[in-house]
């Protein structure tokens, strides 16, 4: 239901009368609101009219290379989905247009005292900046909620007028970007929403991610105003770069296509040649034991697992004072994963059998022990519903109690119940799923399950999808989550929850567990589990395919359907 406390009001800077696809779409999702007003059209007077430069986003006051210049023309003009240049006259038909002087101070740029006083009489809650300029002065004094400006770029390394360009040109694994309000210090800024993204080899793959991703954050900042909790999502942000990356030299460019050959080799290799092997582990250790990286817990790994299948995403429960562990038994010849119960007693595992058979796959079955009885959150979003079982003989028999969440393809879905309020953490397979963390919230683990106002309330590819089991230590909440930075389910990071209510989150990456290097299954992890004083654990070999006849024919059938989806 949405809130209409309050009308919104808001304006735009920009250079002309032109706006790429991805600043449109900025803001026709705004104006879709019905609180939401468009109220004011701010152009530079001196520049409407003209053409942008078209080799260059955002500057072109220094000498442009002929191959950067050819490559955009001919590549990033062409085929980038975000950058296309849209005319506004339809989208701005009806609203107030001033055409102003952008005066330029040392790279700075404010407007006369009249036109602010235009601005400041027009009332306007925000103004959206889509200039080539940064603004300083009276105008950031005179709009309720500040000026608004995308950066895109790690704020702290990247000074950077050609986005997301020199992160493929450096490897760095993340593409940054930031909707920040801007202050008058030059080197601080508020940031009010981010989002990290891992780095596409190809570079209009890159800047459409990032930017496209980025155009809903407007509209959640929109939300805040409406629960009068804007002030609580800047944080401000010192900008450290010292370097000013601009437009690369012919030499740079030769560079950047011998990186994007190297990566797109190495990607198809691995690709082709190797898929994860995942096993399953018991460490007798506290989960609070991984909040320290100098701890090294023991794992007892299921022993002499068969090349045919693999486990993993463990959850565990005693029961009748047995350690049972629920987890994904994946097939390779059948393609999908079915939940299975192990029983682990004196460093043992035995009766190992398949308890919940659909047809879909299954995943990631999250156990929960309320009111006397147990239940069991699989992961089931080919069915496109987060579903709840219920054991009737534990660990054997079970049966669908309830559709939880009904047209949501809920990965990983984790509950957790704080201050009287049942939380459930997951990603959504159809919208970043390895990056947007969403929460839903509830009275009861039966529902009805509301979407929390912020979702996603996390943009990072770092830390957002869950992976285990919440918990907390010496009074702190603790999430971990998995890291997709260096590789896809690499490592875990486990975050510091600092805000969680119906209305805001909050948390920060408290810190990173490493897959268990002295092990065979030294080169992934992706689930911590507590129970009780036990930690279930996965972790995962990198298996060259040609060494396993029936993971060969799992990639061959994978690669077919991902093919036939494209």
């Known amino acids: 239901m949405k809130s209409h406390l309050k009308h919104i009001r808001f304006g735009v800077i920009c250079n002309n009368n032109q706006l790429y696809t991805w600043q449109e779409i900025v803001i026709k999702k705004l104006i879709s609101e019905a609180d939401v007003e468009l109220k004011l059209v701010v152009y530079d007077g001196k520049r409407q009219g003209k053409k942008p430069a078209p080799s260059s986003f955002n500057d072109s006051s220094h000498k442009i290379g002929f191959l950067w210049n050819l490559y955009y023309r001919l590549f990033i003009k062409k085929k980038s989905k975000a950058l296309q240049r849209v005319e506004t006259l339809s989208l701005f038909e009806g609203i107030a247009v001033m055409q102003c002087d952008f005066l330029i101070t040392y790279g700075f740029a404010q407007l006369h005292s009249a036109d602010i006083q235009?601005?400041?009489?027009?009332?306007?809650?925000?103004?959206?900046?889509?200039?080539?300029?940064?603004?300083?002065?009276?105008?950031?004094?005179?709009?309720?909620?500040?000026?608004?400006?995308?950066?895109?770029?790690?704020?702290?390394?990247?000074?950077?007028?050609?986005?997301?360009?020199?992160?493929?040109?450096?490897?760095?694994?993340?593409?940054s970007a930031y909707l920040i309000r801007l202050t008058n210090k030059p080197d601080t800024n508020c940031v009010l929403k981010e989002g990290h993204l891992k780095t596409a080899i190809f570079y209009t793959e890159n800047i459409d991610k990032i930017h496209l991703e980025a155009t809903d954050w407007p509209l959640k900042i929109c939300q805040d105003i409406r629960n009068n909790n804007v002030n609580n999502s800047a944080v401000a942000t010192k900008i450290k770069s010292d370097k000013i990356y601009r437009s690369p030299s012919n030499f740079q460019m030769l560079f950047f296509f011998y990186v994007q050959f190297n990566l797109a080799f190495k990607s198809i290799i691995k690709l082709l040649f190797y898929t994860d092997f995942w096993n399953i582990g018991v460490a007798e250790a506290p989960i609070h034991d991984f909040l320290d990286s100098k701890k090294t817990p023991t794992i007892h790994w299921f022993p002499n697992l068969p090349k045919s299948r693999f486990m993993a995403d463990p959850f565990g429960?005693?029961?009748?004072?047995?350690?049972?562990?629920?987890?994904?038994?994946?097939?390779?010849?059948?393609?999908?994963?079915?939940?299975?119960?192990?029983?682990?007693?004196?460093?043992?595992?035995?009766?190992?059998?398949?308890?919940?058979?659909?047809?879909?796959?299954?995943?990631?079955?999250?156990?929960?022990?309320?009111?006397?009885?147990?239940?069991?959150?699989?992961?089931?979003?080919?069915?496109?519903?987060?579903?709840?079982?219920?054991?009737?003989?534990?660990?054997?028999?079970?049966?669908?109690?309830?559709?939880?969440?009904?047209?949501?393809?809920?990965?990983?879905?984790?509950?957790?119940?704080?201050?009287?309020?049942?939380?459930?953490?997951?990603?959504?397979?159809?919208?970043?799923?390895?990056?947007?963390?969403?929460?839903?919230?509830?009275?009861?683990?039966?529902?009805?399950?509301?979407?929390?106002?912020?979702?996603?309330?996390?943009?990072?590819?770092?830390?957002?999808?869950?992976?285990?089991?919440?918990?907390?230590?010496?009074?702190?909440?603790?999430?971990?989550?998995?890291?997709?930075?260096?590789?896809?389910?690499?490592?875990?990071?486990?975050n510091k929850v600092i805000t969680l209510t119906i209305n805001d989150f909050k948390e920060e990456i408290h810190n990173i567990v490493d897959p268990f290097k002295k092990t065979y299954f030294s080169d992934k992890v992706h689930t911590l589990s507590q129970v009780g004083n036990y930690t279930l654990v996965d972790g995962a070999k990198e298996l060259f395919i040609l060494a396993n006849f029936n993971a060969l024919k799992h990639k061959i059938m994978r690669i077919f359907v991902m093919l036939k989806n494209k």
């Open 317 to 494: 429960i005693h029961f009748k004072n047995q350690l049972h562990i629920i987890y994904e038994d994946y097939r390779f010849d059948q393609g999908i994963g079915k939940t299975a119960s192990i029983l682990y007693h004196d460093g043992e595992f035995k009766d190992n059998k398949i308890v919940i058979d659909e047809e879909f796959h299954m995943s990631y079955p999250y156990l929960l022990d309320y009111e006397d009885e147990i239940y069991c959150i699989p992961e089931t979003y080919q069915a496109n519903q987060v579903r709840l079982y219920k054991a009737l003989e534990f660990p054997l028999k079970w049966k669908l109690e309830k559709v939880l969440i009904e047209n949501y393809a809920g990965i990983d879905s984790t509950p957790f119940k704080h201050n009287n309020t049942w939380f459930l953490f997951s990603t959504n397979k159809k919208l970043g799923a390895r990056y947007n963390l969403n929460i839903h919230y509830s009275d009861s683990i039966f529902g009805p399950w509301h979407q929390h106002p912020k979702n996603p309330v996390k943009t990072d590819i770092r830390s957002s999808r869950p992976a285990g089991t919440l918990f907390i230590h010496n009074g702190d909440l603790f999430r971990p989550s998995m890291d997709y930075s260096e590789k896809i389910e690499g490592r875990i990071s486990i």
């Open 118 to 175: 235009i601005i400041e009489n027009a009332e306007l809650d925000f103004i959206l900046d889509f200039s080539s300029v940064q603004f300083t002065g009276n105008l950031l004094k005179v709009v309720k909620y500040g000026i608004w400006n995308y950066r895109f770029g790690n704020l702290e390394k990247y000074q950077d007028t050609t986005g997301c360009f020199w992160e493929i040109y450096h490897k760095d694994v993340i593409t």
